[in-house]
Every structure is written in C-alpha cells, then in structure tokens.
C-alpha cells in the first residue's frame, strides 16, 4: 500500500536556481528510494507566465515517479497543468469554492493559524491542515503564531483532518513533532540547506517510520 501524500511533503523554493538545475535537486529528493512523497509548489513571487514552464515540467518529472504535485494558492495553475492538488492558505480563497472548481478527486490542503480556523476547517472537504507554523523558519514570515509540541498536540486533538507540521521541522524535532499526532511533515530549509539532500531524506524518512538511518556518507 502507497504511503499517504501528505507523510513527507517537500515545498519548494527555486528562487534563481535554473530550471534544469532545480529539477535535478527535485530528482535527488524523490529517487533511490529518498521518501518524499509529495512536492508541493510554493513559490509567492513568481507569476502565472514564469510558474508554467516550471510547473509543467516538475509534475512530468514527479509523474515518472508516481509522486504527486500540489499548487500553493493558484488554482488556475494546478487546472492547466492537471496538477493533483491545491493548499491554500488562510488569504488565498474559500476552500469551498475550491473543492467546487476542483472536484472530488483533487487533493486539497489548508493552512491553520489559530483554533477558530481549525474549528471552521473541520467542516471543509479537505485532505489535509497544516499547522502553520510549528517553529520559527527563515521562510515562513508575517506568522501570528507558533504552534509548537503543545500546540500540534492540541490541533491533532480536535481535528477531524490529517495534520501536517511545517516550519522549522528537521531532523532533530521530526520524532517529537510525530509523536504530538501530526501524521506528516511539510520542509523547504532541511532539504534545500542539506548539503547532500538526498541522504538527508532519507534519514527524514527513517525517522519517520521510526527507524534508525544506518547509511553511509553521514
């Protein structure tokens, strides 16, 4: 049985990366077995005509590997390319008009930011909450919280959806933030900031099932 699509979720961001270089970064992540299992296209300052070509060529990439690409806030991107989903934070539109133009089938992610939003997402068709943020990153700003352990315990407690845990998730809090009942992980420094991302991977993956990562080239 495949794991779920939210249990370890890459984000991206390219910035100035070329395009063939940035692909190969991807690759590095989801080959030989590195765990990812969803990649999630993230990038705030890009527009329409710069993201197609990007994402065209991510989700065949992705395809090839049966891994599924979701489209942060731009449905109309996710609609062209037949991306698989679509997260959308607390600003970026209603969930329920988004599961209307999406359709059953898509897979559909929300951030949540304060337990009013969580009470309100629990009555969303949804495959997914992010808990947004857990700790502090350098690339998640303007955040009016951190939910931290006690926080994701919390959200995990009341949430009629899985929980992904994003923001400052390496491998040093991976296990504890699991353990508080977060079902998947969301990362961008822990993998972009690896000097070899694709044995960091898998030591993420490894410490997801729970297992210890017995690699070499440590």
Not at 65 to 70: E, K, S
Not at 92 to 106: E, H, I, M, W, Y
Not at 149 to 159: F, P
């Amino acid at each position: 049985m495949r794991d779920p699509f939210y249990k370890f979720m890459l984000i991206t961001h390219r910035q100035q990366i070329s395009l063939p270089a940035y692909l190969r970064f991807i690759e590095q992540c989801v080959a030989s077995g590195a765990g990812i299992t969803s990649v999630q296209l993230r990038e705030k300052k890009a527009s329409f005509q710069e993201l197609l070509p990007f994402a065209s060529e991510l989700h065949a990439l992705l395809k090839s590997y049966q891994i599924p690409l979701i489209i942060n806030d731009n449905i109309k991107l996710a609609l062209e390319i037949d991306a698989e989903g679509v997260h959308l934070g607390q600003t970026d539109g209603s969930p329920v008009q988004a599961r209307q133009v999406l359709g059953a089938n898509k897979l559909l992610g929300l951030s949540i930011e304060s337990e009013e939003e969580l009470v309100r997402a629990n009555n969303y068709e949804l495959n997914y909450i992010a808990a947004s943020a857990v700790f502090a990153s350098k690339h998640k700003h303007n955040l009016r919280r951190l939910w931290g352990i006690d926080g994701v315990r919390e959200l995990a407690r009341c949430s009629l959806h899985p929980i992904v845990a994003i923001g400052g998730i390496h491998q040093l809090n991976v296990i504890e933030v699991l353990s508080a009942g977060a079902k998947g992980i969301a990362v961008i420094e822990a993998l972009h900031d690896a000097e070899e991302p694709a044995v960091m991977a898998r030591k993420l993956r490894y410490l997801i099932e729970g297992r210890e990562y017995a690699g070499v080239n440590e």
